[in-house]
């Protein structure tokens, strides 16, 4: 095995140090001090290094991309068993627990407490030998878990290694997976445009996620942890709750939102109280609170029962649930034609709203639940948010309920309907469906595509109804006498409308890529697309093959922008669209013909009087895929040297870092590499 060069091995543990610290600050503190483009430079760039030099620290952020498959997860037994909590549901059960503790210590005296948020994820235990991770389990049933190790380090919060360095032997950290709730909603949209099956609700989601056997999958879900305590450890001693979240705060792990230390049971239902007031504003999803005796010794004089600790407790609120009926069921067609299944509800207050209806998701979902018309179910606010059905209650069951058969119509245009291929998804084929019109009006003109304020569901709507705009391209074609004749319009919401449409005008190729409603292209497609294609014109009658090159670009979204942009109707849609004025801009192209920019990754240094000024050269440097830099380091690929060189050329000759010429810079642009 040849020797790493020192000064490349000291290059790779900078990265990996530098990385990791704007991973923490990214992913912990929501802080970052970097652009996403120049972490990802940093990354590149140690990624070349490794793979160069066959060189990987246990601890980069480069293997956290995911394992390759395993055939299943091996057992864990826990050093510590990880026991659950005993539940309490009003504020005297926690008058009462306090009171039990205290004839428990044969005590008077208040007992300090600390209480924190109780996320509804998956409990995770993380063991780390001399500083490293070295195991991640679930918790399975309390002594034995599964070995997740692959899926836990794709999850960017968790630390691979404990920084700063601690001289303990080995410690299980024990916290919760959660996946946050617009990161739910999201991955949810983009599953049921793909014609899967939903998530239930984001715990679902996270410990699906957690469990595959695939782990790059789970590095595409955006999990996120939270750490709470502690099983076996050696080599340290804590005091208390809050001493040991304050060494994992120090030590660079996620600790729980909104952790208070209080002195009582009174003190405890007032922090209660606060939690489920907030709740509605965390980004996550949580069930209730936690509630711990603070002083580990105090813990160890209470002691464990058969099932959990004596000294803390789970407060649960009240479920976002409610039991109601299935008054119909009926079916929604997409801008895609996928047809959704959606049940009117006898309406019920679940958490202060009241629910009238629910997705059904779609049919093998119906199947699975056994989901009749008539059903009494149980229906929850997942998220707080999205009303579903979660159960059928069948022993209220009366005989008169009406099963729901899958679609072989479309129920809007009666157009034949098609199952996908290996999906669950019954789509309406018809061209002219006209749900299918209005859907693909509206997500034209959304926030995410065209911007077109103004251009909702309900003027939408109208201005179909009055034959005004039957396509997408007829928004262009409006005028102000048209508006004018309407009963939602007067002269200012007129004016506003077209002031909108006409900014519209004006837009990227990656919103408008995704304004085309193209089958399973949303919003992080299109920005690919725009990154590799720097013309819409660029895309026409391009092949399957020619996009699947594209990194991340997947066999069934590539054959639908392909089928997409080979087919001459849409073609002359677009063709129409840009005869109406529709400027494209292109600031995501990233791309050149000859497959990267040729200054990807590299970093340049500029020293001396070159023939153009420095932030002329600086600006051609990165739009060429570089990054321009003040100082000389390890990390400095070229330095370019004009007439009289200051200090950086001398820096860069003891380093090692190549010298070039600025014309040798203008050889590498011009030809993608330097002879």
């Known amino acids: 095995m040849k020797k790493i060069p020192d000064d490349i091995k000291h290059e790779i543990e900078v990265l990996v140090k530098d990385l990791t610290e704007h991973c923490y600050r990214y992913y912990v503190l929501d802080s970052p001090v970097i652009s996403d483009e120049e972490y990802d430079r940093l990354y590149r760039r140690l990624k070349e290094l490794e793979e160069r030099n066959n060189f990987i620290l246990p601890d980069s952020p480069t293997q956290r991309v995911g394992a390759p498959p395993l055939d299943k997860f091996k057992k864990v037994r826990h050093t510590e068993p990880m026991l659950s909590l005993d539940n309490a549901f009003t504020h005297d059960e926690i008058r009462e627990f306090e009171q039990r503790l205290k004839r428990f210590l044969d005590s ?40 997740v190790t692959n899926n836990i380090k794709t999850i960017k919060s968790v630390p691979l290694k404990i920084e700063p360095g601690h001289p303990l032997e080995e410690i299980d950290i024990r916290g919760e997976v959660y996946m946050d709730i617009k990161d739910f909603e999201a991955l949810n949209r983009d599953r049921e445009a793909q014609g ?26 955006r999990l996120h942890l939270a750490c709470y305590g502690i099983g076996a450890v050696t080599g340290i001693d804590f005091k208390s709750q809050l001493d040991l979240i304050k060494w994992l705060e120090d030590h660079r792990f996620p600790v729980p939102l909104n952790i208070r230390h209080v ?71 997409g801008r895609t034609g996928t047809i959704t299944p959606v ?30 018309i ?50 669950v998804a019954f789509r309406c084929i018809g061209l002219n469906c006209s749900a299918q019109v209005q859907e693909r009006i509206k997500h034209y003109a959304s926030r995410a595509a065209m911007d ?85 014109e660029d895309l026409y009658r391009t092949k399957p093959e020619k996009l699947i090159e594209i990194k991340q670009m997947g066999e069934k979204i590539a054959d639908s922008i392909a089928h997409f942009f080979n087919d001459p109707e849409n073609l002359n849609t677009l063709k129409m669209l840009k005869g109406l004025g529709l400027k494209i801009s292109n600031p995501d192209f990233k791309m050149t013909g000859t497959g990267t920019r040729p200054l990807d990754g590299m970093t340049f240094v500029l020293t001396g009087t070159l023939p153009e000024s420095r932030k002329e050269v600086k600006h051609l440097i990165e739009q060429m895929g570089g990054h321009a830099s003040g100082s000389v380091s390890g990390s400095t690929d070229y330095l370019v040297m004009g007439e009289s060189p200051g ?25 993608g590499e330097l002879k």
């Open 374 to 423: 008539g059903d009494i179910v149980v229906v929850e606010r997942a998220g707080d948010v999205i009303p579903h059905v979660i159960a059928v209650i069948r022993d209220k069951r009366t005989g008169t309920e009406e099963k729901i058969p899958p679609p072989d119509k479309c129920p809007v245009c009666g157009s034949v309907v098609e199952r996908e291929e290996g999906g």
């Open 452 to 536: 077109i304020e103004g251009l909702g569901e309900k003027n939408v709507e109208l201005l179909y109804s009055k034959g005004l705009v039957t396509h997408f391209v007829d928004i262009y074609k409006l005028k102000k006498e048209d508006l004018l004749e309407l009963p939602r319009f007067a002269e200012r919401s007129a004016q506003n409308l077209l002031d909108a449409i006409e900014k519209s005008r004006n837009t990227t190729l990656a919103r408008f890529i995704y304004s085309l409603g193209i089958i399973h292209v949303g919003e992080y497609a299109a920005k690919l697309l725009a990154g590799n294609f720097e013309n819409i």
């Open 263 to 333: 002195n009582g049971a009174n003190k405890v239902i007032d922090t209660i109280r606060e939690i489920e007031e907030r709740r509605k504003d965390f980004p996550f999803e949580t069930d209730g609170a936690v509630i711990k005796v603070n002083e580990f010794e105090m813990q160890q004089k209470l002691g464990v029962k058969t099932r959990g600790p004596r000294w803390a407790i789970a407060y649960k609120f009240p479920a976002h649930q409610g039991t109601t009926k299935i008054d119909k069921i009926i079916l929604s067609v």
């Open 108 to 147: 008077d005296e208040n007992i300090e407490y600390t209480v924190e948020p109780k996320y509804d994820g998956l409990a995770i235990e993380l063991t780390y030998r001399k500083g490293v991770l070295y195991k991640a389990s679930t918790r399975g049933d309390g002594y034995e878990g599964e070995d």
């Open 647 to 671: 200090s950086k050329f001398k820096k860069a000759n003891s380093l090692g870092v190549s010298i070039i010429s600025y014309e040798e810079l203008m050889k590498m642009i011009g030809e």
């Open 196 to 221: 899967e099956p939903a998530f239930a609700n984001p715990r679902n989601a996270a410990a699906g996620a957690i469990r595959q056997l695939d782990s790059s999958i789970t590095a595409k879900r």
């Open 343 to 372: 049940a009117f509800l006898e309406p019920v207050n679940i958490g202060g709203v009241t629910v009238s209806r629910s997705t059904l998701h779609n049919w093998d979902e119906i199947k699975r639940k056994d989901i009749r």
